[in-house]
T-cell receptor, first 113, second 114 residues
């Protein structure tokens, strides 16, 4: 079945550092790929998505590129802020029917001033 | 426009008790779903619905019931709570084929079963 593997956290960075959170997936067919963010005490919010190979999703300075050859969708940001501290989830969905989301285990990011 | 709302925010139950987690959305979305979030396991789909009167099982449906009598509401029922159901529960909604076609999540219900 479909699955998502992402790096364990926490990831601890200083403000303005470069961020990479790795995500790889296993899926049949051509899934859509997502990054969700969860701030403390809140639900998940869509951060960015990509629906086909070589697509780049971007939002709020975060980027991720759909790499079919390496089955990866790594999240990057050039300069993190304290306000980026949150849990980040990589996810995929198939393209048929309900398009169920399959999530990775989440990576906690802690950014210090 | 409140989006997806969930009640209660916190709940403590004893083993064997029953309760209903409420979920409502005011965006007229056809699709709704329930997920549970456990440490180290990400979110897992419990049940989902593609419209009023239509529900189906997700990855971890045992011990939970759902119904969808209206487009707006999608309650999750625990008939006989067990400690293994201690978790954070999220409801989500989505309008398929819309311009954004994005899942909107509620703020969650933290449930503890003693």
């Amino acid at each position: 079945g479909n699955s998502v593997t992402q790096m364990e956290g926490p990831v601890t960075l200083s403000e303005e550092a470069f961020l990479t959170i790795n995500c790889t997936y296993t899926a049949t067919g051509y899934p859509s790929l997502f990054w969700y963010v969860q701030y403390p005490g809140e639900g998940l919010q869509l951060l960015l998505k990509a629906t086909k190979a070589d697509d780049k999703g971007s939002n709020k300075g975060f980027e991720a590129t759909y790499r079919k050859e390496t089955t990866s969708f790594h999240l990057e940001k050039g300069s993190v802020q304290v306000s980026d501290s949150a849990v980040y989830f990589c996810a995929l969905s198939d393209r048929t029917g309900f398009q169920k989301l399959v999530f990775g285990t989440g990576t906690r990011l802690l950014v210090s001033p | 426009n409140a989006g997806v709302t969930q009640t209660p925010k916190f709940q403590v139950l004893k083993t064997g008790q029953s309760m209903t987690l409420q979920c409502a959305q005011d965006m007229n979305h056809e699709y709704m779903s329930w997920y549970r979030q456990d440490p180290g396991m990400g979110l897992r789909l419990i049940h989902y619905s593609v419209g009023a009167g239509i529900t189906d099982q997700g990855e971890v449906p045992n011990g939970y019931n759902v119904s969808r009598s209206t487009t707006e509401d999608f309650p999750l029922r625990l008939l006989s709570a067990a400690p293994s159901q201690t978790s954070v529960y999220f409801c989500a909604s989505r309008e398929p084929g819309s311009r954004t076609d994005t899942q909107y999540f509620g703020p969650g219900t933290r449930l503890t079963v003693l």
